[in-house]
């Protein structure tokens, strides 16, 4: 099973490589030039829909609609967290510049006029409930783009000081230049991009995250406050069943995958570097059997909702992957049910090239090769696959 996992890394990387880590996002619709250059670009639901189209699409129109490939920050971010697993695993100065080329090309990507380093999206994104310009940054690929800076001052000691400093920089952005939605002495709650009143509990506690991450290293107790307050919000808005809603907007009343899965990963993270973890542990545990119980089937198969396993979809496995990972304490049966995802994932999603198809549908199947959102997050579950099995 090692052999198979090693080869398809090898082969998925190679396929990256050879297209620069660049490619297009379920989410760049908004790129088109012939999209933009009507009045529909001025519409919330032409946009709305114009990017639902082009994703769920079986074709892919974005050559037609002149969509270019780009790279992305989050993607950037995974495939150096990814490059960083390898090393920690193989030590080969060859593999540490690898990390070191995709932390420098993360760098260069920093947006600047804001309070910290931030990033956003390579593109206008509308959902269902705001619109973010090209550039806005986000908690999302700032919190991964932090989470690949502190991996890498563990990893890589030669830039340990400009990683560290990036990502305490990262806590300035999150404290002055994310709304508050939720703010008492309690719990705190962070809001998806500066221009946003949101309150979704994964991006949140992301922020928090950071804050912890930071804080145990520099000792600075205001951001541990934070983070404590803003884990707290999430944790005490876990349903009776262990598990959490993504939003508290009505149009947010559902319970998926890999959202999921980041509020595990995060909260185990936040356990592990935290004086206050243990109050949220039970929260963790409930939120894991909830997880593990309602999300898999038995040969592997991610199911995308918690009552639908459609669309089966590779950045729900991947992230699942990592998370049963992160969560081994919890779990003796955690890596194995990580490799028993990757075997089912590769075995039904993955392209001879040596891609992974973005989902199979109940009735047909999206093939396209979607850089950030598969691609990057195949490499990075992969890479911490085999460096589980290496431990």
């Known amino acids: ?54 994703k769920r699409s079986p074709a892919d129109f974005r050559g037609l609609a002149r969509v270019p490939p780009e790279r992305n920050a989050k993607g950037i971010a995974l495939f150096a967290l990814a490059q960083i697993a390898n090393y920690r695993r193989v030590k080969t100065e060859e593999c540490a510049d690898q990390a070191r080329s995709l932390l420098f090309e993360l760098l260069s990507m920093k947006l600047d006029r804001y309070s910290g380093a931030c990033w956003g999206y390579n593109f206008d994104w509308q959902s269902r409930n705001f619109f973010a310009e090209r550039g806005t940054p986000t908690i999302v690929p700032t919190a991964f783009a932090a989470r690949a800076l502190i991996d890498a001052a563990h990893a890589l000691q030669d830039l340990r000081d400009v990683y560290l400093q990036t990502a305490r920089s990262v806590c300035d952005f999150i404290l002055k230049d994310l709304p508050r939605t939720v703010d008492n002495e309690t719990e705190l709650c962070f809001s998806y991009a500066p221009n946003s009143d949101t309150r979704i509990f994964n991006a949140s506690l992301l922020a928090a995250e950071v804050l912890a991450s930071v804080g145990r290293l520099s000792g600075e107790h205001d951001l541990c406050d934070a983070a404590e307050r803003a884990t707290r919000y999430v944790v005490n808005n876990q349903r009776e069943d262990g598990s959490w809603l993504y939003g508290t907007d009505p149009k947010q009343s559902w319970v998926d995958n890999f959202h999921t899965a980041y509020v595990l990963f995060s909260l185990k993270r936040i356990i592990n570097m935290s004086s206050f973890g243990s109050e949220f542990q039970p929260a963790l545990q409930r939120g894991y059997e909830y997880w593990k119980n309602n999300f898999f089937l038995a040969e592997g198969w991610p199911k995308y909702y918690h009552d639908d396993p459609y669309p089966a979809d590779a950045h729900a496995a991947a992230s699942a992957i990592v998370t049963f990972l992160e969560c081994r304490e919890l779990d003796r049966d955690a890596s194995k049910l990580a490799q028993r995802v990757a075997s089912w994932t590769i075995q039904n999603l993955r392209d001879g090239r040596g891609f992974f198809f973005y989902q199979r549908r109940r009735f047909y199947t999206v093939r396209k090769p979607y850089m950030r959102w598969t691609q990057a997050w195949m490499l990075y579950a992969l890479a911490r696959l085999l460096e589980d099995k290496t431990d």
């Open 1 to 54: 099973m090692s052999d198979l996992f090693q080869s398809v890394y090898d082969e998925l990387l190679s396929w990256c490589r050879q297209h620069d880590f660049a490619g297009h996002d379920p989410f760049d619709a908004l790129n088109s030039r012939i999209f933009q250059a009507t009045p529909l670009a001025k519409s919330r639901n032409a946009r709305l829909l114009w990017t639902q189209l082009l």
